[in-house]
């Protein structure tokens, strides 16, 4: 199995802040990337798809990058509603696997 | 829109199953795959399977062989994931998710299963 771990497990940070989480992979997966958002009580929600992919309604603060075993997630400038936990999922075989998640807190 | 529908919370006793729902609605059902994900209290993001609705084929997470199997019902939009032999480690929110070029791109609401005696 592709194991997936990301970096850092948790984040305190500011409005404002220009914020990155790493997601390395135990061996190459291509681009086959997702980064989630998720809330409390709610359903994860994809952001960007094929490592660099925004997915459409994703605000552009938000952007992908990386192929191979290395990628991040960058937030240009957090906002309020940018407080979350975020996962990095590899699709590029099976099994399915996610990262165990970065939890973003407000400093 | 895409809309995926989950069935209500569930309450188990140890040892027994749960099938959990997902009632998809916005597009044509059986053209796009059917992801199953579930969250521990307090845990990560755990795929758990996946199924083709156009023609059924399922591809299970190895922790579950035999415990789990995923179904979809065309005529009814439906997709079903029934786990088995149930433990408190199963208690978890589950989610169905519905692909888009790969990725699960719209989600359930979730559905929280509790394993207790």
């Known amino acids: 199995d592709i194991q997936l771990t990301q970096s850092p497990s948790f984040l305190s940070a500011s409005v404002g802040d220009r914020v990155s989480i790493t997601c390395r992979a135990s061996?190459?997966?291509?681009?086959?990337l997702a980064w989630f958002q998720q809330k409390p009580g709610k359903a994860p929600k994809l952001l960007i798809y094929?490592?660099?992919t925004l997915q459409s309604g994703v605000p552009s603060r938000f952007s992908g990058s990386g192929s191979g075993t290395e990628f991040t997630l960058t937030i240009s400038s957090l906002q309020p509603e940018d407080f979350a936990t975020y996962y990095c999922?590899?699709?590029?075989?099976?099994?399915?696997?996610f990262g165990q998640g970065t939890r973003l807190e407000i400093k | 829109q895409v809309q995926l529908v989950q069935s209500g919370a569930e309450v188990k006793m140890p040892g027994a199953s749960v099938t959990v729902s997902c009632k998809a609605s916005?597009?044509?059902?059986?053209?796009?795959?059917i992801s199953w994900v579930r969250q521990a209290p307090g845990q990560g993001l755990e795929w758990m399977g996946w199924?083709?609705?156009?023609?059924?084929?399922?591809n299970y997470a190895q922790k579950l062989q035999g415990r789990v199997t995923m179904t979809t019902e065309t005529s009814t939009s439906t997709a079903y994931m029934e786990l088995r032999s149930l433990t408190s480690d199963d208690t978890a929110v589950y989610y169905c998710?519905?692909?888009?070029?790969?990725?699960?791109?719209?989600w359930g609401q979730g559905t929280l299963v509790t394993v207790s005696s």
């Open positions: 916005g597009y044509t059902f059986n053209s796009y795959g």
């Open positions: 094929t490592a660099s």
């Open positions: 061996q190459g997966i291509s681009s086959y």
């Open positions: 199924i083709s609705t156009h023609n059924g084929n399922t």
């Open positions: 998710a519905r692909d888009w070029s790969g990725y699960s791109a719209y």
């Open positions: 999922q590899q699709v590029n075989s099976y099994p399915i696997t």
